[in-house]
């Protein structure tokens, strides 16, 4: 939304600077990104007179053009296929600065000097028609600086609107915020309504087949127009505006659109060939040609205005070729209506058009205004084109829209703030912002229906706050109030997480929540799919059902970088559809780990290979810093792993994720030929299985350790070994680990041999040696009798 600084003056009546209305009105809410000086690029560009024209001798294509600024002529070569001899141009004189640096020099094009250029609107910043040279007014004066003779010495005001402020996408919409901000009155334009005649709504009438999907429908009938360019003041508007001017109608309908927010559509009454008009959903095998110039299906999902049997139009969105305004028009069927803001969406979603009238409906017009706004277009549309409006307003509208009535508490207003505020100076805000206000504690608020936004208390404290400013609220050291809610335990819980896998040397990477249906049948075939309707791409057409993609994709782009050295993780969360038609979608909260690459090495420790042990450390390491039940490991085929390395990760009995190496055929999809080890673990039922952490003393006594050599078949488990040595060594065990592993052809062929540490410790006295040596021998019982170990000697 661009609006020209000249403009809100007017409506507002403030002599703010450009500068000061940006600032005043982004603290309020309403962002103004941007502000532009109209004249950065007419200095040195004056009004010329085209005095006559020859052909240029070395160029068809060329004329020569003698051209008067008043106190001197000069000859301009110039290829524009517009101009003509009296025309009032823009001409940049040598030394004048145009749009993208070019400077004007005497310069000989064709063999022929040019001493200067006429120029188009384009080559002067004011608007992208490149069509040909821009013809001035015929009442400018020769000779005067452009910006002077058409009051282009201005600024425009880009604005980056909210989704929720509709009323923001009209310029008395941002008027009326600065109007609440100074404590003036809002200037609304006033044009008054001339109509003659017979009363339309004899002889008019409309059909609404849904009203749901178009509340209000309205006409108005303008005869005896004559169609030509707008006045330059209406032109000045819409092009500072950024609309490209077309006719005095066209224009109207644009000007008012911009002025109050509320699209309107002008018809040719006589191509349109009736006197009815309806409101219905398209029919199958329908085509309507739209004023773009392409042909589109209309059928059963797009809402379409008809003429009473063919359609016309597409509501809310793009008007039809075969009713538009032309030269030969002279009477206009004005329409304006009311449409479904969700409507509007779908169907121009479904036909992939995005216009300034659709923009407006999707966030919602005012359907109150309509018949006071079609009004002043009509009547201004009767004004420029010489015509006159016809007597009656045709008006379907059987469920008029109320509007919102809200109680504000003077107390809760002040508590939310953070700062006392009195019922005044609540009363003196909202009513700036045209809301009406009834005395009272609660007060009771009536707000307009051109604020959607508008649905609950808290909406209008926000309103008294951006406009009271959030520069008054008090600083605090400490955050309290109705609205400080602690941390939820989800999000102290992924910060933690967070900060445990970068300390041990993970780079976290982040997903867009997207994956591709393909890759994830072979990913993860047994989840089913949450599939996109309207997919942005066929690679990204479903709600992730795994984090696997975009982990082997992250992988694949940094090997490709030469970033080798890959320790990667990522938090989020997959989709899942419901159970049955009854159900819910689920979204389970998931880690997922990936390594792959080299290690660079330092001083210490050369550089070696990524492995399966750098994954599983990772995660034991993780579950011993939350404290989590212990994580088993178990052979288990896993749909992404190679056979020889598939692992399920579990607690118990309950399957909490898989580990493994990718397949490296799959892994070659994702340009990867370097080994790769993943893991993904649910983090739900972890989050809440974390103990609450309790301190305890250092212990008093010393600790007794003990190193076990088991030689044992290389197909036993050593987290079953592990665990069978903890259940037999008793209470005293402290802890246990595994600290060697090794196989070679000293022990044989299918022989392993198993380095395990076990350390005891008692609370309360120093273990004797007879002690330790009896738990040592449980052990070595217990490993012996479940998996025949033979136990080596030192």
């Known amino acids: 939304m661009q609006v020209p600084h000249s403009w809100l003056q007017e409506l507002t009546g403030l002599d703010w600077s450009a500068t000061e ?32 024209l020859r052909p240029h001798p070395n160029a068809d294509k060329l004329r020569l053009a003698t051209v008067s600024t008043g106190g001197a002529t000069d000859e301009i070569v110039c290829g524009a296929p517009n101009v003509a001899v009296g025309q009032m141009v823009a001409v940049a004189q040598l030394g004048a600065e145009l749009v993208g640096g070019l400077t004007i020099k005497a310069a000989k094009i064709r063999g022929v000097e040019s001493r200067g250029m006429i120029c188009s609107q384009a080559e002067l910043g004011l608007s992208d028609d490149q069509a040909g040279i821009w013809v001035l007014p015929e009442d400018v004066v020769v000779g005067q600086p452009v910006a002077e003779a058409l009051s282009l010495n201005d600024s425009v005001l880009h604005f980056e609107l909210t989704p929720n402020r ?37 002889h008019f009438s409309i059909d609404v087949a849904d009203t749901e999907a178009c509340p209000r429908f309205t006409v108005r009938v303008i005869r005896d127009v004559t169609i030509g360019p ?23 309908t644009n000007y008012v659109m911009l002025e109050y927010g509320n699209p309107s559509h002008a018809f040719d009454l006589d191509k349109l060939g009736t006197n009815k008009i309806g409101v219905r959903w398209g029919q199958a095998g329908e085509r309507v040609v739209t004023l773009d110039g392409k042909e589109r299906a209309t059928g059963p999902e797009i809402l ?27 009477n206009i069927c004005l329409e304006m209506a009311y449409w479904n803001p969700g409507v509007v969406r779908r169907c121009r979603k479904k036909l992939e058009i995005v216009t300034d009238a659709s923009q407006r409906f999707e966030k919602g017009a005012d359907p109150n205004a309509i018949e006071a706004v079609s009004a002043y277009a009509a009547q201004l549309i009767a004004d420029l084109g010489g015509g006159t409006v016809q007597n009656g307003f045709v008006d379907t509208y059987p469920r008029p829209i109320q509007r919102p009535r809200i109680e504000l508490r003077t107390a809760r207003c002040g508590e939310i703030l953070g700062y006392p505020v009195t019922t005044e100076r609540i009363t ?24 959607h936004d508008m649905e609950r208390e808290i909406d209008l404290i926000e309103e008294v706050g951006r406009i009271n400013g959030y520069d008054i609220v008090p600083d605090v050291d400490v955050a309290y109030g109705p609205l400080v809610a602690p941390r939820h335990r989800i999000d102290i819980f992924r910060d933690e997480l967070r900060t445990q896998l970068c300390a041990g040397g993970f780079d976290e990477c982040m997903g867009h929540g997207l994956g591709s249906s393909q890759l ?31 982990m082997l994709e992250s992988i694949g782009h940094n090997i490709n970088h030469r970033n080798l050295d890959l320790r990667l993780f990522e938090i989020g969360r997959i989709y899942l559809p419901p159970a049955n038609d009854a159900g819910e979608g689920t979204e389970s909260l998931r880690l997922v780990i990936g390594v792959a690459g080299e290690m660079t090495g330092d001083w210490r420790n050369p550089s070696r290979s990524l492995d399966f042990y750098d994954l599983s450390g990772a995660l034991i390491a993780t579950a011993r810093h939350f404290r989590w039940p212990e994580l088993t490991l178990r052979p288990e085929a896993i749909p992404w792993a190679d056979a020889g390395a598939s692992f399920a990760i579990r607690v118990g009995d309950c399957l909490l994720g898989a580990a493994g190496r990718v397949d490296a055929q799959l892994a ?35 600790a007794s350790s003990r190193d076990i050599a088991a030689v044992v078949s290389t197909d036993v488990p050593v987290g079953e070994m592990l665990a069978k040595a903890t259940e037999a060594a ?37 273990l004797t040696s007879d002690e330790v040596d009896a738990a040592q021998k449980a052990v070595i019982a217990a490993l012996q009798a479940a998996f025949t170990a033979e136990i080596r000697e030192n």
């Open 428 to 451: 003196e805000i909202l009513t700036g912002l045209e809301f009406d206000v009834s005395t009272g504690d609660p007060l009771v608020v009536d707000c307009p229906t051109w604020r």
């Open 230 to 252: 707008s006045p330059w003041w209406l032109q000045r508007r819409l092009l500072l505006a950024g609309v490209r001017p077309i006719s005095n109608v066209v224009d109207v």
């Open 304 to 330: 379409v205005v008809t003429n009473g049997d063919k359609a016309v139009s597409v509501a809310g969105v793009i008007g039809g070729a075969s009713t538009e305004i032309s030269d030969e028009t002279t």
């Open 166 to 202: 509709a009323d923001s996408m009209s310029v008395l919409g941002i008027a009326r915020d600065l109007a609440a901000l100074s404590g003036e009155t809002l200037r609304y334009p006033t044009r008054d309504l001339h109509q003659e005649g017979d009363d339309l709504n004899q």
């Open 730 to 766: 008793g209470p005293l065990l402290e802890s246990i680990r595994l600290f060697d592993l090794f196989t070679g052809k000293q022990l044989g062929e299918g022989k392993q041999s198993v380095g395990i540490r076990l350390d005891y410790r008692a609370e309360d006295r120093s």
């Open 21 to 52: 209305m940006a600032d005043r009105l982004t603290m309020a809410g309403t962002a103004c990104e941007q502000i532009d000086d109209v004249a950065a690029h007419l200095d040195r560009v004056v009004v010329g007179r085209v005095e006559s």
């Open 668 to 702: 070659r999809q994702f340009d990867i030929k370097l080994p790769v080890y993943l893991a993904e673990l649910t983090l739900d039922s972890l989050v809440a299985a974390a103990p609450d952490v309790k301190f305890a003393p250092l212990p008093r006594y010393p």
């Open 520 to 550: 994830a049948e072979k990913l993860a075939p047994e989840r089913p799919l949450v599939r996109i309707v309207n997919p942005v791409s066929e690679d990204l057409d479903i709600a992730r059902n795994n984090l696997y993609q975009h």
